[in-house]
């Protein structure tokens, strides 16, 4: 049997200073204002610098470093999905979400690849889950046992841990579950072009 149209899923551990790194968000929640505003008048619950700073490399070391270390994997990964280009960082915010927060089932448009590096994940913090991109094309379609190979799924989840970086293509579609922890889930997401 040969294997058609596979969906890549990027997986790799950084060694980053996962603590400075955390402290550095939380130092942003609080200074952003805008941020914190914008977070709640889209209920989002927590705090996401997504549409509030757009300079986060420019204004901490600690996000230099970290945009360096995703533009090696972003490259590693566009030549294994056989690309003729060298993706370029476009975005990067961070995020913490709240006990019982979530994120609907989105798309990244205008991007290449698209990633998250989870930097504190508490036990029960809200796993990512990915979404076969065919699935609305299977109206008849018969359910697929509960023990399919991954990649028969019509969704695969993804519970993550501190230090894993995940990066796929753009147009994947994917949502963050809600959770079960009493603290809140770190991380910093971004689109590369």
Known sequence: MRQLF???????????????????????AEDDGAGRRWAKAHGYKGYTSYASL?????RDPVFADLAKA??????TFAKALAWDVRPKLDS????LLKPGGHHSAHIHPHSILSGTLYVEVPEGGGAIRFEDPRLPMMMAAPIRQPDAPEA??????????PGQLLLWESWLRHEVLPGTA???????????A
Do not use: M
């Open 6 to 28: 596979a969906t890549p899923l990027y997986e790799a551990g950084l060694d980053l200073d996962l603590a400075e790194l955390a402290h550095s968000i939380r130092s942003l």
């Open 54 to 58: 757009a300079d986060l490399p420019r």
């Open 70 to 75: 995703l533009t090696r994997h972003a490259a």
């Open 92 to 95: 990067l915010w961070v995020n």
């Open 152 to 161: 028969l799924r019509p969704f695969v989840t993804v519970d993550p841990k």
């Open 182 to 192: 009493k603290a809140e889930r770190v991380s910093v997401s971004f689109n590369f």
